[in-house]
């Protein structure tokens, strides 16, 4: 009774451990060309843009869920439409440089099947006019 006991819990272990194994990862999907951009010294009151681009990767197409900023000063924008595989694409990361000072915001691209967002960076410094 205990053989069987055991055979049924460690076929239980076999499994759990089987099921996190399988569990897609953005980064077999997406591939950014870069994951961190500085913008260098930038004016107060001017905003800026960057345009991350990337490839799906992936066998299948690829639809981004949403792009998410670390805070309200940072605007990303990212495609609606499925992103075929293979092909390239962008997400535009706005900042409003309104507060002077050094600055490095995230923005996290979650993935239409994925668990965990990717994160892209943008960073800089905001001088005062």
């Known amino acids: 009774m205990k053989q069987i006991l055991m055979f049924i819990a460690m076929l239980g272990i076999g499994f759990a451990a089987g099921a996190q194994t399988s569990a897609k990862k953005a ?46 000063c940072t605007t990303p924008t990212w495609p609606q439409q499925p992103i075929m595989a293979g092909k390239n694409e962008k997400i535009k990361a706005g900042y409003n440089a309104a ?25 800089g410094e905001v001088v005062a006019n």
Request: proline fraction near 6%; hydrophobic fraction near 35%; aromatic fraction near 12%.
């Open 27 to 72: 980064e077999e999907l997406i591939k950014f060309k870069e994951i961190k951009y500085n913008f260098g010294k930038i004016k107060q009151g001017a905003p800026v843009t960057h345009d991350f681009e990337f490839t799906n990767i992936g066998g299948t197409p690829l639809t981004i869920e949403n792009a998410t900023a670390s805070c309200g």
């Open 99 to 123: 507060a002077p000072g050094v600055f490095e915001k995230s923005i996290y691209v979650k993935v239409k099947g994925v668990d965990y967002p990717v994160e892209i960076k943008i960073a």
